[in-house]
Structure formats: C-alpha cells, structure tokens
C-alpha cells in the first residue's frame, strides 16, 4: 500500500488558538460568541446537523477543526435563492458540499419512483427539506452567492456519480457530476486525509486549481493541459481493451518478477519522434507481445491513467456502459488502482487513485474527537429536548449506538458501501470504543444501559482482512467471500468476542445489541462467534441478508449460496436452545435484481412458505447510481464477465422492466397477500404451473379468491417459523441509519 501522511502529521493552522467550539457554528450570533470574523471552511450539507460521529458533516468539521480551520455550517439551506448561503459571510477557505449522510434521490423516491412523504435526516421527519440531486443544486448557490470561492464537493451522492452514470429516476445516462456542478474538487470515498491535504494547501496559498494530486479526488481538466503530462495512457475506450483488463496478477510476485513470469514488455516505440505525447499530454505506449501473446504487461500503476469510453460514448452506447462500469470497478483498490479519466465534449474528468485508507490510531483519533453527541440546539424546544416536531429518526436511530469499523470487502453488486468506503476494513482500538460507550453513557440523555448497536456496514468485519498487506494491495478481486472466502482473508472473531465481553463489563451497560447486519458466510467460520453473539447480544430477532434462495439472482448479487444461510441457521438455533432464548432469524430478500427469472422468485415465494415467512413490507431493486448492478439493469450484461459486442462471449441478463414483472415479483414475496393472489394465478398458469394453486399445503396458493375481511384459507398451514412475522429487504443503499450503514 502507498505511503500517506499521518492526519496528525500536520501543522495546525493560526485559528487552533480560538479552541474547541461546542458546535460548530451555524449562525453569525454564534460566530461573534467564539470570537470569529469569518469561517475558514463552510460545510453545506442536506442533512440537519448532528453532532455526532455517525453525520458526515460532523466527522469532516470536526476533523478540519483539529487542524485549526474554523468551520461553519449550512444545514438544509433554503435553495430557491443564493441568500441562504450568505448567511455566515464568505469562507476563508472552500465551500464544502454535500446532499448529506443519503443521496438524495433515493433518500426523497422510492424504488417505483413515488415521493416519499418524510424524511428522516430533518427534524419532524418532514419531506422536502432538500432538493433533488441536492449536492448539484447547492454546488451552483455556492457559486452564485460568492463566485470566487473553491467548491469541494463530497459525500455519496457525489461519490457514486463522479463517472458518466446510469441515472434510474430519468432513466438515461447523466454526466459526471464534476462537470454539471461546476465543482472544483470532488472527493470521493471517505475523506479525512483529502480533505485535511487539501485544507492546509489552500490554507498556505496554492491555488485550487493545481491540485489535482490528491487521492481519492476527481476534477475537471481541458485536454491540453499539463495534468496528463509524464503519464502513460491506456486506451479502454472500446470493450476490455487494451488486451485483458481483468486478468488477475500472481499477487505473490513482484512487479519485476510478473513481467518476467509473462514474458513481455510495455516500451516507447522506437521509430516514434522524441515527444510523441498526444493533445492531452499523455505517453502513449506500444505493447510487445512475446513469449505469451494471450496476455499483457501493463506500465508502472502509479503513473498509469486508464481512458474511459467517453460520456458521449457510454450515453449512446449499452455495451461501452457495461465495460466502464467493469474497469472502474476493477480500479479500486488503493494499493493497485490506477487513475481513469473519461472525456465529456472537450473536457476531461479526471479521477485519482482511491484514497489510502485510515490507520487505526487514525480511526481513533477520527472518533475521539469533541462531538457533542446529539443535535444542534437549534433544533430542540423550548425545554431544550429534541422530540415531537424537532425529533429527528435518523439520530434517534443511531443515538445509543458506536460505529466500529468502515469499510466492507462482500461487494455485493447491488451495494453502495464498498463502491464508497472500500473493501478494506479500518477499525478503531478497542480503547477508544470503550471511552466512546462510556462516554454515551455519561453525557448522552436518555441513556438507560442498552447500547443499540457495536456494528458498522457489517457487524463482523471487525479488524478482519487480508493476511499478507503485499497479497492485500495486489489484489484485483471485487469481493473476499465470493465465489466462496479467500485462503487469503483472516476468518478469526476473537478481537470483536474480546470487545463484546470487554464492553459487557462496563460498569452501567445492562446490554449490548447487534443492530448492524451479520455477515453469516463469515460467521459460520467462527461457531465461537455465533455462540457469542447468540447468548449475549440478540434481542430475540436477528437479521441477515441471504437476498435469495436461487443460484442465478446470487450470481449476479456476488452473494453465497443458501445452503450457507441453512448452516447459520442450524448453529443459531442450537446456540439460542442452549443459552435457553427463543429467538428467530429474520432473513431479508431482494425482488426483481438484475437476472432473476419468474421460475427463480417462484422458487423463493415456495422457500418462503415452507419456511414460514410472511413478507409485511418488501422493496424492489433500486439501481443505485455506479453499482454494478445497476450496470447489468441499463446494458443487460453482466460486467462480472468479460463486456464483447459478440452475445456468446459475453452474458447476457434478464432485466426486470416494465411495473407488470416488478408487481409480479413482489407478489411472489408476498405470496400470503389475497390482493396478489390473481396476478399469481395468472402467472402461474402462464409458467406451467398451475399445480401451484390449490388449498393444500403443497399450494403456493388458493384456488379462489376470498371476500373482503374474511379469514386467511392458509392460516395454520404452514410450517416454520412465526409465520406472520414481519420480513423486510435490503435495498443496497445508502443507510437510512447513519450509525449502523446497514444496506436497508
């Protein structure tokens, strides 16, 4: 992995003298009370601010508040006018940009693309608080109210679409959302090190426009600029070119000892002029073929960049999409990836390599940091608490809860947490998760002993990774666990046991839940574990994500078979008998992704009543803006395998289309509801499977239809667990609790 500067590494601007402010201010009135004429940085953000290490806006703040800068913010501004930007005066510094802890199209619609009534980022969970494609909009009142000041944009929202993206709400391909806000920095990915680098540089007088050199950073660069000069450019901009994009390198050999092993070279040509860079300032290479003309040796990573189809390209053209979407993905890890720049008219996006992820001292000194644990007062009553209309559910979500870890290495296709915060994890010491439940303990009001979650994107990636740090940042692979766990990956859950029974002991703690979703296929590798989690820290129900039954759907999810579910299963079950509990498994499921058939959500409906599962609420896919599931919904290939313009060499799938197969496949989880029995009639007859329908319990459903209000004919029929028990889905999104980034 490349070296980074320590975030404590640096020189502390003149302002660290001012203190520590007890919330960063949101006001003039509490500007002049801290003592400050102006603010340095100035956070615009979607969200209503929380102070809390769950919200995006207080870790960058209060981060940047280490450092020295004095950091304003500008909470779900009014956007219809530039004045409500104007309200703290002109930054020092940049403005920091945000749609806040969700993107804002998925936070406002819903998967069949209807408006949500609330919101559970704002106070009173009121909709409407923010525009759509917030980040967008607030980028361009930034500029309009003080045109001469940077604009770094951040958060998922500008994360998932700094690439040409597949846009579902308008159903077309969009531009990069550098080029439509006019941002002159997007950092995606977790930000502290950019954004502490970017800070200072600023700060010390050079000019936003020359630093393009920071990781985990996008911009936009004409082509005839200097930025591309001294790199080598790759031409990836027709399908899996140049040679094999996805071959994998022996990650146990050297960079010297691969080109040997492959018998190649990557040279200048000879016979070329001296300066032989095109317009854009970028090297071109020739490829020698020699010993092994069926693969390639590519140039030095690090001054490597990879050229995109371009948005004009990919809009137009399904295919090209599909092969975007599958270089870019195979470009994310920070120990290998190489920058990708993607032309939209006569102007380059340019993304940097991803950003090197934190240290666990790093981590620590993130979380230890001054937050006050709770709202800004502007929010509370008279009586100064946060409820009725000034409540705010995304808070309360995570208010008794301590995020352990980032990052999650499953890579789910449908997932937006891996493609943001990177398969590698980063967890904090165990010190300072103690200091932080104490703390919660002490000073959070309404504490009563019950932590709600230890979790994070995953309850138990807890400092598990890759055994060897050189085999880590040579791999290519988009998930650890899938076809099946890596030799490589640690599987061990002692220093998360080890938490569990350490936080267990603090005096005041009654109880510890694990709210965050269990990674079963992880877990089953360590029984101690489930043991652990069975007997101390399961508050009756527990839920997990097998998202199907069917091997196909699974495939395209990159998710385990659900034989692994049934041996989770199998060891929940006895370790809850033993520790004398009654408790059940709430497993989530996922209707209409990208390659599943009728036949296969026939399967899961009949799976689901053998099991005892009544579905109350279920959610489509949504095709989140990058993920590579989305990729298969708009082109109707799998990125997974090689992209060719020749159908027999690349895979096809089957894309859910039309509200007919999406109410269809929501009836099949839902297959107890009266209201989706004659859509089911209908399709099972039309499937060949009319033995389906009948009133015995082999049926999957009755043979008529009953009057409104009477009785349920399947009512005592079926087996299983708690039939009638709630059964939600995950979406794949961005968490609706901050604290837990759980996939719902």
């Not at 920091?96 to 009173?124: E, F, Q």
């Not at 050079?206 to 031409?235: C, N, P």
């Not at 961005?734 to 719902?744: E, I």
Request: proline share 8%; with cysteine.
């Amino acid at each position: 992995m490349p070296a980074a500067r320590p975030l404590t590494a640096y020189r502390p601007h003149w302002a660290k003298r001012l203190g520590v402010a007890p919330f960063l201010p949101m006001s003039r009135e509490e500007m002049n009370e801290l003592g400050w004429d102006a603010c340095d940085v100035i956070i615009v953000t979607g969200d209503a601010y929380v102070d809390h290490p769950s919200f995006g806006m207080a870790i960058v703040g209060r981060t940047l508040e280490a450092q020295g800068f004095r950091v304003g913010i500008i909470a779900q501004p009014d956007w219809h006018s530039a004045d409500p930007f104007k309200i703290l005066g002109a930054p020092k510094l940049f403005f920091g940009v945000t749609a806040g802890n969700m993107d804002s199209m998925i936070n406002r619609y819903t998967a069949d693309r209807k408006a949500r009534s609330d919101d559970a980022y704002t106070p009173g969970s009121a909709g409407g608080r923010r525009p759509d494609r917030a980040a967008l909009v607030y980028a361009q009142r930034c500029r309009e109210a003080y045109k001469d000041v940077p604009i770094i944009m951040g958060g998922i929202e500008g994360s998932l679409r700094r690439i040409a993206h597949y846009d579902y709400w308008q159903d077309k391909v969009r531009r990069s959302i550098v080029v439509d806000s006019r941002c002159d920095l997007l950092l995606y990915g977790n930000a502290e090190r950019a954004i502490v680098e970017i800070a200072h540089r600023l700060a010390a007088g050079e000019a936003v426009q020359h630093i393009t050199d920071v990781r985990g950073t996008a911009f936009m660069r004409r082509t005839d600029d200097d930025t591309a000069r001294g790199w080598m450019q790759l031409d990836s901009t027709e399908v899996d070119r140049p040679g094999r994009i996805d071959a994998h390198l022996n990650p146990y050999l050297g960079m010297e000892e691969q080109a040997a092993e492959q018998g190649e070279a990557c040279v200048r040509d000879a016979n070329s002029p001296t300066d032989t860079r095109s317009a854009d300032g970028a090297q071109p290479i020739r490829i020698v073929r020699t010993a092994r003309p069926d693969r390639l040796v590519m140039p030095p990573r690090e001054r490597t960049v990879i050229r995109l189809p371009s948005y004009e390209q990919v809009r137009s053209d399904p295919v090209l999409y599909a092969h975007a979407s599958r270089v870019l993905h195979l470009e994310t890890n920070p120990g290998n990836a190489r920058a990708l720049v993607q032309a939209h008219g006569d102007r380059d996006v340019w993304i940097n390599p991803p950003p090197i992820p934190l240290t666990t001292a790093e981590m620590d000194a993130v979380f230890d940091l001054p937050y006050a644990r709770s709202p800004h007062p502007a929010y509370a009553d008279a009586q100064g608490r946060h409820d009725g209309p000034t409540k705010i559910p995304a808070w309360e979500m995570i208010r008794f809860s301590v995020n352990i870890m980032r990052g999650c290495f499953g890579g789910c296709t449908f997932c937006s947490i891996t493609e943001h915060e990177g398969r590698i994890i980063q967890s904090r010491s165990e010190d300072s998760i103690v200091r932080e439940i104490e703390a919660m303990r002490d000073s959070v009001q309404g504490f009563t002993g019950v932590v709600s979650d230890l979790g994070g994107p995953t309850a138990n990636m807890y400092r598990i990774g890759c055994k060897s740090p050189q085999i880590e940042a040579a791999c290519r692979k988009p998930s650890c666990v899938y076809p099946g766990i890596c030799p490589n990956l640690r599987t061990d859950h002692g220093p998360l046991i080890d938490l569990y029974r350490r936080a267990r002991k603090l005096p005041g703690i009654k109880k510890i839940l694990i709210g965050s979703g269990v990674r079963y296929d992880l877990a089953v590798e360590s029984p101690e574990y489930i043991r652990e989690l069975v007997t101390h820290h399961v508050g009756g129900y527990l839920k997990i994500a097998p998202e199907h039954t069917e091997s196909g759907p699974l495939s395209k999810m990159m998710k385990p078979g659900i034989g692994t579910y049934d041996r989770f299963k199998a060891l929940f079950d006895k370790f809850s008998e033993q520790a004398g509990k009654k408790q059940y498994l709430i497993p989530y499921f996922i209707a209409a992704h990208p390659g599943t058939r009728d036949e296969e959500m026939m399967h899961l409906a009949l799976w689901l009543k053998r099991n005892g599962f009544r579905a109350d609420q279920v959610q489509t896919f949504y095709p989140s803006p990058m993920a590579t599931a989305t990729a298969m919904y708009h082109s109707g290939r799998n990125p997974l395998k090689g992209i060719s313009r020749d159908p027999r060499k690349s895979e096809s799938v089957d894309v859910i289309r039309g509200d007919r197969r999406r109410r269809l496949h929501k009836a099949f989880l839902r297959w107890h509801d009266p209201d989706n029995w004659p859509l089911l009639r209908q399709a099972l007859k039309d499937m060949g499977r009319a033995d389906l329908i009948g009133n015995g319990k082999h049926h999957l459903i009755p043979l008529y239809q009953p009057a409104k209000g009477a009785g349920d004919p399947f009512r005592g029929k079926t087996g299983g667990v708690r039939p009638g028990r709630a059964l939600t889905q995950h979406t794949g999104l961005p968490p609706r609790s901050p604290g837990k980034r759980s996939r719902a």
